[in-house]
């Protein structure tokens, strides 16, 4: 069964850096896409960034520039620095998972909270 938590959040100043990290464990040995989606209150899941087993990463508009992330490939963890942080950026960060072979994210952690605030 695949699993993953998440770390890093808490709260940081406008213009100031968090890190998040999402252990993943039971993944096996499948092609698969692990994300970084975001959540406020009343909005639905936004996806933020994803990479592949491949390496192949891609950014939603807003984050572009800001935001990296990446991956360790033996620890089986994604990790999501977030420079230059705005308050906009604030929300539940959570990290997810698919195999290649599914249409929609099966696996999900549950959710660190990010503040942006002064």
């Known amino acids: 069964q695949v699993q993953l938590v998440e770390s890093g959040g808490g709260l940081v100043q406008p213009g100031g850096s968090l890190r998040l990290s999402c252990a993943a464990s039971?993944?096996?040995?499948?092609?698969?896409?692990m994300s970084w989606f975001y959540q406020t209150p009343g909005k639905h899941r936004e996806l933020v960034s994803s990479?592949?087993?491949?390496?192949?990463?891609n950014y939603t508009d807003s984050v572009k520039g800001r935001f990296t992330i990446s991956r360790d490939s033996i620890k089986n963890t994604v990790s999501l620095q977030m420079n230059s942080l705005k308050p906009e950026d604030t929300g539940v960060y959570y990290c997810?998972?698919?195999?290649?072979?599914?249409?929609?994210?099966?696996?999900w952690g549950q959710g660190t909270q990010v503040t942006v605030s002064s």
């Open positions: 997810a998972l698919k195999y290649s072979y599914q249409p929609q994210y099966a696996f």
């Open positions: 039971g993944i096996g040995f499948a092609s698969y896409t």
């Open positions: 990479i592949t087993t491949s390496g192949v990463t």
